[in-house]
C-alpha cells in the first residue's frame, strides 16, 4: 500500500474517504450477487426466508454493507459538492481550461477499464447460465464488437446499462454533469437564498423521476443537491458549530448520522410491505439520503477524524479506478469456481480487485490527470507577453535578490 499524498489546501480528506467506502460497497455488492440465494433475494422478496441469508443482506439493516447502486448516489452528489467549489470561489474562472481537463480526466481511464473488461471476458469466457443465479446469468454473452466497445468507452453516446463493464452506466451522468456544469454553477449561487425550497423542489424532481421511471429526473437532482451543499457550505458550518455547541448537539448530530443510511436503505427495509408507485417513492428516498450522508461527514467534525486513517484515504485516492475495474473481475472468478465455491471467488476477486485498482491508479489515472492539466493550459492559451510579463518579474526578483546577497557580502563588519 502506497502513502497517501497530502490532501490539496480546501480539499476535505474525509469526502476523499466516503467515496472509498462507496466505491468498496459497490464492490461488496457485486461480489454478494455471485451467491445465488442473494441474486434471487435481490430479484424479489417473495419468499425470502426470515434470517436467511437472503434476509440479512437485501431486508435487514445489514443491507446498507451491499448497498451499491444507492451509494453509486452517494458518488453524485460528491461530484456536485466538489466540482462547483472552484467555480464558485473564483472571480473569473476559466471554462476554456475546464473542459478539456474534466473529459480527459474521465475518459482516459474510462477507455482503459474497457479494454481491460474486453481482455478479462477474451480469457474467461462469461458462460455462468442460470445455475450460478439470475444475476450471473445476465452478464453472459456481451457484445465486444468493436462498434459497442467504442459505444462504451465514449460514456456519453448512451445512459443504457452497458455489458461490458456495467458500471460505466453511471459514468454517463458524471460526464452528462460535468457538461452542464456552468449551469450547475448558476443553479449554486441561486440556491443561496430559500435553501430549503430548492431543496425540497430537488428532491420533489427527483421522486418524480422515481415515479415515473425518467432517469435524468431520478439522477441529476443529486448532483444538484450536492451544489446547493457546496453553495451554503460555510453557512451551514455555522448552524453545525452551533449545533454542536448545544446541550443536545452531539445526540442531534449522531441522529443524523444514522438518518442518512436509514434513508438510503429504507426501500428495501420496507420492500415486502410496498409496491407499484408507493415502493418507487420508497426507493426515490436513497436521493436525501445520499445527499444527509455527504452533508453530515463534510459538517461534523468527529465523523471526519475516523474517515481519514490511512486505509481508508488510500482507499479513496484508488476509488475511481476500482470502481471501474472491478466488476469484470468478480463475474471473472464468479464463473471459475461457480456458485457453489463463491466464498473463494469472493476470496480471489477482492484483493485482486484492490490490486489492479491501485496499478490502474498509477499507471492510468494519474498520468492522466497530469495530461489533463497540461490540456486545460494549453486550451486557456494565455497571451504571450502575460507570460513574458510574469517571467520579467521572476527574473528582475532573483536580480535584487543576488544584489543584495553581494551588498551583504561585501559590507565592512560592524
Known amino acids: ?41 435481490y430479484e424479489s422478496s417473495d419468499g425470502v426466508a426470515l434470517w436467511s441469508v437472503g434476509w440479512w443482506t437485501t431486508l435487514s439493516p445489514l443491507k446498507i454493507l451491499f448497498a451499491g447502486p444507492e451509494f453509486v448516489l452517494v458518488f453524485f452528489v460528491l461530484s456536485g459538492f466538489v466540482l462547483v467549489l472552484s467555480p464558485l470561489a473564483a472571480t473569473a474562472y476559466n471554462w476554456r481550461s475546464y473542459f478539456p481537463r474534466r473529459i480527459i480526466r474521465l475518459a482516459v481511464p474510462v477507455v482503459v477499464s474497457v479494454a481491460l473488461a474486453a481482455a478479462w471476458i477474451a480469457l474467461v469466457p462469461r458462460t455462468g447460465g442460470d445455475a ?41 451522468w458524471e460526464m452528462w454533469f460535468s457538461l452542464l456544469l456552468p449551469a450547475g454553477v448558476l443553479l449554486a449561487a441561486a440556491t443561496r437564498r430559500w435553501t430549503p425550497i430548492w431543496a425540497a423542489v430537488l428532491i420533489a424532481v427527483s421522486g418524480f423521476g422515481y415515479v415515473e421511471h425518467i432517469e435524468p429526473l431520478m439522477y441529476l437532482p443529486a448532483f444538484a443537491l450536492g451544489t446547493l451543499l457546496a453553495a451554503n457550505v460555510d453557512a451551514l458550518r455555522a448552524r453545525g458549530a452551533a449545533l454542536t455547541a448545544h446541550r443536545w448537539g452531539t445526540v442531534a448530530w449522531v441522529g ?8 438510503l436503505i429504507a426501500h428495501w427495509l420496507v420492500r415486502p410491505l410496498v409496491s407499484g408507485p408507493w415502493g418507487d417513492l420508497t426507493l426515490a428516498l436513497r436521493v436525501p439520503g445520499a ?15 475516523p474517515l481519514t486513517v490511512r486505509p481508508l484515504v488510500w482507499l479513496g485516492s484508488i476509488s475511481f479506478s476500482l470502481y471501474l475495474v472491478h466488476f469484470p473481475i468478480v463475474v471473472a472468478f464468479g464463473n471459475i469456481f461457480g456458485p457453489s465455491r463463491w466464498w473463494l471467488a469472493a476470496l480471489v476477486s477482492v484483493p485482486l480487485s484492490l490490486l489492479l485498482a491501485q496499478l490502474m491508479y498509477r499507471w492510468v489515472e494519474l498520468p492522466s490527470q497530469r495530461f489533463a492539466s497540461w490540456a486545460g493550459r494549453a486550451a486557456a492559451h494565455p497571451s504571450r507577453p502575460a507570460r513574458l510579463t510574469r517571467a520579467a518579474r521572476v527574473t528582475r526578483a532573483a536580480r535584487v535578490t543576488r544584489a543584495a546577497r553581494s551588498a551583504q557580502r561585501a559590507a565592512p563588519p560592524a
Not at 11 to 37: F, K, N
Not at 135 to 164: C, Y
Not at 256 to 263: D, F, K, Q, R
Not at 291 to 305: M, N, S
Open 132 to 172: 450460478g443465479g439470475a444475476w450471473l446469468a445476465r452478464q453472459d454473452d456481451p457484445n465486444v464488437g468493436l462498434a459497442n466497445l467504442l459505444s462504451e468507452a465514449s460514456v456519453i453516446g448512451s445512459t443504457n446499462r452497458p455489458d461490458v463493464n456495467p458500471p460505466l452506466w453511471s459514468l454517463a
Open 291 to 305: 445527499v444527509l450522508i455527504v452533508a453530515v461527514v463534510a459538517l461534523w467534525p468527529p465523523l471526519q477524524r
Open 256 to 263: 443524523l448520522t444514522a438518518l442518512g443510511p436509514l434513508l
Open 1 to 41: 500500500m502506497t502513502d497517501p499524498r497530502p490532501a490539496p489546501p480546501g480539499r476535505l480528506l474525509a469526502l476523499d474517504a466516503l467515496r472509498g467506502v462507496a466505491a468498496l460497497i459497490v464492490l461488496v455488492h457485486h461480489v454478494s450477487m455471485t451467491v445465488p440465494a442473494i441474486s434471487a433475494a
